[in-house]
């Protein structure tokens, strides 16, 4: 009988291979993102498709599923101890990769991927009936998918929600939602009937690519993304990509007349980098070294993006900085009209785009349209309409086409449904986080305003990255803050903020 | 008992796979080469030494052997058929890789990775003594490989010979590298007594970076070189990976006061390049779809770098778009001075620098120790001596510091005995290859003058590059050529070159 610390050693190497083997994905990934020639795409296809299956016959193992079982036999000792973390995640993902047929695996991939070229085929000529089909398949395999998870309660929704947010349930999040919408509708109103109308027309002024990306690179320094273990290039669809320990790639877009989507888009996503960057390196691999939830990855990105770079104290300390940057630009604009530009609310159609309030509402639209559509209670080819009326519902403009509207995400078109919650998650697992660590620190502000972000990035180091999968996200939050997820932090920021701001 | 048919088709799909396996590898150390981040330099490590484990329990899978095996059993028809062709390349590396003792393998990997870090640190300072015990190391290492391999006629070498350059033997290159050498000596000579001494300062005016890479581009370009297909990047030390259908990369690396280096630097990897992109993509991962020798693979290169890229006839075209280009540096100077400068003649110490004429002459010095070293008649102890009293008698110069002698190269840090000949046999392949070239196709220069390549690179699509595997080196050049292997192409080329430009 080999020893518990044997099958645990064995347990290990084994997780760790399937890692590695996925890292050279993500390298793949990321190459096919931002460097690939446009004829190598074909090939690209056929060397992911090759690593996606030996990793999924690694991750189906029976040899695995019995090593797991065997140690589910023995004392692991409590639940947030390692050997219990990483035992338990195994048994999860083990079970989720068993339970989906190998056929609807292939089927979601290939789909999914006739699916996104036709997406944006039909995005260009915004033309939903050409996509439509397409989501039709996507939406009736997702079905399936839901059907062989398996969910309690009836709803079919928490079992792709569960991929992203684990532990997360559907009606939780509606409640949360709900209370949060109200109170966001309420201060988009607030700020629509204020006198404020602030002069966004300096954001727009020339501001040369190869400036946006040295002073993206200073500013994502300077909060802690350590560039000797990361690099930052350019994208279509801006993302970060952790790679394994000490290679995280960030990437974003520029438009030379227009500041804050490059500039937000690269603090956005070194907040994502720092996350994969704090995590345990030693740990690689193992459940104890990964982040643990969307949500939580998107807390930190949304945090370095919105509570810390869109503050008035950042930009006490990063505004001259900016000045010398792009002299021709800003040298003539003072401090409070950058800083109110930055901070403009008002209902938009996309929602990449939006403002830190109007953003959750987007989300909120999503989340509702992909519960119905996986009932069935909303049919695909009723989404243009239902898409609109929501939009009017929620923030009361509607779009002309729908390449504006229902067509402007990537998410559905890649099988990606159950992913849009966790980007209003992250907002509000941000503002609890956030307020935890200004009880801990005391106010960030005069810290922020000397260009000191260490020891906001040490505490969120210690309290969320270095934590790794030890807690699931609501867990993680309940430990960190004391309190279950909550709306009530994130209006508190908004209110302040935008109180301040608009003078309400 | 399955068909012929099945049982080769079964064999392709394994080929496939492994090729398909390995090319992942290749996009990994190209981004190790170019992107990765330092600190991304142990998790690279793992991910490339997991799927070089993959490949090589695949390539030495006993059913992969026995696939081989049946189909040896069939008749596969005439010898330069396709089906012939990969079961035969199919036997030889499935021979080759079971014949090599995993441990062996193994060891080779690590001693070679950490001996290359031991040859950085030397080279940097110039001590011999700090890589002596590491090349120790690796002749040893080098001498069990050739013994498990196996070769005829008592010369070890040509085991290693056979890795790169297969079916070529050591006494044959010798052979031919001895009337070579005493022909270029002479010429040297020559060259040395002649009263011109063209000005080569004009090469190292300031030459802007982004002006070098953008004309670069442009030259690899119009030579054939297709950017849709292919990228350049910077490297520190430039290569060429294919890294399979569609997508090949090339590398340079720009110094703003040395034009030569970049520009020769990269249609060299560019003429690499269109070798890999005329290979048939529907063969990739067979036989049929790969290079066939590391030799033929050097005369692509060299023959767009030296053949078309330092003659006259290319910079008719060039040369004014060079001046554009650059008119700080080459406004002034006449096409003569630049052509007269970018062909100068003279003994140096470095390898990679050496002009067309002599360098030859470093590659046969290397390949003598090389030989010598394998046998233990030289020892490794002894390298910087032999190394010095050899150029001496090569070339007339001696390296002050071993960093400019027997240090300088990276190849048998890596393990790479037996490389440094397909250098000197790429040359004369180029030399064969271009005069069939011009026999069939007329004199090239008026076209190069006009800027038209496509004549020559579609001879060499057709009569080099399509036929992949389907005959070895020393074959293809008599098929193509109608004459066995001869160094008197090149000292024609070199001859009617320099006398020229010498006024010999």
Redesign the interface.
């Known amino acids: 009988m080999p020893s518990t610390a044997d099958l645990y050693q064995d347990l290990i190497e084994e997780l760790k291979?399937i890692s590695?083997?996925e890292?050279?994905g993500s390298?793949?990934s990321w190459?096919e993102q931002t460097?690939?020639?446009?004829?190598?795409?074909?090939?690209?296809a056929?060397?992911l498709s090759?690593?996606a299956g030996?990793g999924h016959d690694r991750k189906t193992d029976p040899r695995l599923g019995d090593l797991i079982s065997a140690l589910e036999q023995e004392d692991l000792g409590p639940a947030e101890e390692p050997t219990s973390v990483n035992v338990r995640a195994a048994r999860r993902r083990f079970d989720r990769a068993t339970k989906l047929p190998k056929s609807l695996v292939q089927e979601l991939s290939r789909v999914a991927t006739l699916s996104q070229q036709a997406w944006v085929s039909a995005r260009q000529a915004s033309d939903f009936a050409e996509f439509q089909p397409w989501l039709s398949q996507i939406v009736a395999l997702k079905q399936q998918e839901a059907e062989a998870l398996g969910y309690d309660g009836g709803v079919p929704y928490d079992a792709l929600l569960d991929d992203y947010e684990p532990g997360a349930t559907t009606a939780e999040i509606a409640g949360v939602f709900s209370t949060l919408r109200d109170e966001l509708v309420e201060l988009v109103s607030a700020i629509a009937d204020s006198a404020h109308t602030p002069d966004t027309r300096l954001l727009t002024r020339h501001y040369p690519q190869a400036a946006q990306r040295t002073f993206g690179l200073q500013a994502a320094s300077a909060i802690g993304f350590?560039?000797?273990?990361?690099?930052l290039d350019i994208a279509a669809h801006p993302f970060c990509s952790g790679?394994?320990?000490?290679?995280?790639r960030l990437t974003t877009r520029y438009d030379e007349s227009h500041f804050p989507g490059a500039f937000f888009g690269t603090l956005h996503e070194a907040g994502h980098g720092m996350y994969e960057q704090g995590l345990n390196a030693e740990a690689?691999g193992t459940a104890m070294g990964e982040s643990t939830s969307l949500g939580i990855h998107e807390s930190q990105s949304r945090m370095w993006e919105n509570f810390v770079g869109r503050s008035l104290a950042f930009w006490k300390h990063f505004y001259p900085l900016a000045q010398s940057a792009f002299p021709a630009a800003l040298s003539d604009a003072p401090l409070s009209d950058f800083h109110a530009a930055i901070n403009v609310v008002e209902p938009s159609l996309i929602r990449v785009e939006a403002d830190e309030v109007t953003y959750n509402l987007h989300i909120m639209l999503r989340f509702e349209l992909e519960q119905q559509l996986l009932t069935g209670d909303l049919l695909p080819a009723d989404v243009p309409a239902a898409w609109n009326e929501s939009m009017q519902n929620y923030l009361g403009i509607k779009p002309e086409h729908d390449a504006d509207g229902c067509l402007q995400d990537i998410h559905w078109s890649g099988g990606a449904l159950g992913y849009f919650p966790t980007y209003a998650l992250g907002n509000m697992y941000a503002a609890q986080l956030f307020q935890t660590a200004e009880s801990a620190l005391g106010s960030l502000d005069a810290e922020f305003a000397k260009g000191h972000f260490q020891p906001l990035k040490q505490w969120l180091n210690t309290n969320v990255h270095a934590r790794g999968k030890q807690y699931a996200a609501s867990e993680l939050i309940q430990v960190v803050t004391g309190q279950p997820l909550s709306h009530k932090p994130l209006m508190q920021h908004l209110r302040q903020r935008f109180e301040e701001l608009y003078s309400l």
Do not use: A, Y
Request: net charge negative.
């Open positions: 291979t590695l083997l890292s050279c390298l793949l190459d460097h690939l020639p446009p004829q190598g795409t074909e090939h690209r056929n060397q090759l690593l030996l350590d560039l000797d273990s990361g690099r790679i394994g320990p000490g290679d995280c690689f």
